[in-house]
C-alpha cells in the first residue's frame, strides 16, 4: 500500500508490542527516517539485518533496555538469544552519527555476540560522533573503539573495570574525545577495583587532549583505594620527568 506519510523520527521506547516482526511489516517503507529509538522493546540482535538494509538516511539508532525499563513491570526477550547466533548478522550504517547500545546483557560466554559488536562499531564507525555502551555485560573488551575517529563522547557506564584497563590505550588513542564516561553505579552493585588506577586516570589525562569531560564517580579512579604506589608512583615520575635528585638539599 502507498505511504501516505513519510516519517523522519521515529520513537518506540517503551513499547513491548515492537518486535523485528512488526517492524519489518510496517515501518520499512518510511525511507526518510533520521532518528530510531526502539530501546525497551521486544527485539533482537536480528534487527541489525533490516536496519541495515533498510533507512538510508538514518543518523541516530538507540537499542537496548534502560536502567528504569518501565520499573521491571515488563518482560522483554534476550537481544542475544541463549541459543544460536548468526555471527554474520551485524549492523552496518556508515552514515551513522549516533550509536546507543545500553543494557544489552548475556549471560555466557559467546564470542559470536562478540565478533558481533566488533563487526557492528567497525562498520558503523565512518562519522560516528556519539557512542553509549552502558551497562553492556555482553562486552568483554574494547581494543576496537580507536576505530571512532571523529567521536566526541563515549559513555561507559557500568562497564567493569577489567574491560577497560584492558582497553585503555585504545581509547587513548581517541584524540577528539570531549566527553568520557567511566563511571559506575555502587548502589546496584560493588564492581571491581582498577587494578592500577593512578597509572589509568593518568594515561587518559595525558592522551586525550580535547578531553573537557570525564566522569569516574563510583570508581577507584580518583585514588580512594590502595593501590600499588611504588609502580603508579615511578610512572608518574617518568611521564612528568620528576627528577628526585633535583629535589634534595
Same mark, same amino acid.
Given at each position: 500500500s502507498e505511504v501516505l506519510i513519510q516519517l523522519s523520527e521515529l520513537y &518506540?521506547?517503551?513499547?513491548p508490542f515492537i518486535t523485528n516482526q512488526s517492524m519489518s511489516k510496517h515501518l520499512l517503507s518510511h525511507e &526518510? =527516517?533520521?532518528i530510531i529509538d526502539l530501546r525497551d522493546c521486544n527485539i533482537t540482535y536480528e534487527i541489525f539485518q533490516l536496519i541495515t538494509k533498510y533507512f538510508p538516511r538514518l543518523t541516530t539508532l538507540y537499542l537496548g533496555q534502560t536502567e528504569s525499563k518501565m520499573d521491571g513491570k515488563i518482560n522483554l526477550v534476550d537481544f542475544f538469544p541463549p541459543n544460536s547466533i548468526d555471527k554474520e548478522c551485524f549492523l552496518k550504517k556508515p552514515k551513522l552519527k549516533y550509536l546507543s547500545l545500553e543494557g544489552i546483557h548475556n549471560t555466557m560466554r559467546n564470542d559470536s555476540v562478540e565478533e558481533i559488536f566488533y563487526h557492528t562499531l567497525i562498520q558503523s564507525s565512518e562519522q560516528i560522533?556519539?557512542?553509549?555502551l552502558s551497562r553492556n555485560s555482553a562486552i568483554e573488551n574494547l581494543i576496537y573503539v580507536?576505530?571512532?575517529?571523529? =567521536?566526541h563522547s563515549l559513555v561507559l557506564y557500568d562497564i567493569l573495570p577489567s574491560v577497560i584497563e584492558s582497553s585503555i590505550d585504545s581509547i587513548c588513542c581517541l584524540k577528539t574525545l570531549s566527553l568520557l564516561d567511566l563511571s559506575f553505579n555502587r548502589r546496584i552493585q560493588e564492581p571491581q577495583n582498577y587494578s592500577k588506577p593512578t597509572i589509568t586516570l593518568a594515561k587518559l589525562i595525558k592522551s586525550l587532549p580535547k578531553l573537557t569531560s570525564l566522569d569516574i564517580s563510583g570508581t577507584n579512579l580518583a585514588g580512594s583505594f590502595s593501590f600499588d604506589q611504588d609502580e603508579e608512583l615511578n610512572y608518574i615520575k617518568k611521564e612528568l620527568s620528576i627528577d628526585e635528585n633535583e629535589y634534595v638539599k
Open positions: &518506540l521506547s517503551c513499547c &526518510l =527516517i533520521e560522533r556519539y557512542v553509549d580507536d576505530c571512532f575517529k571523529q =567521536i
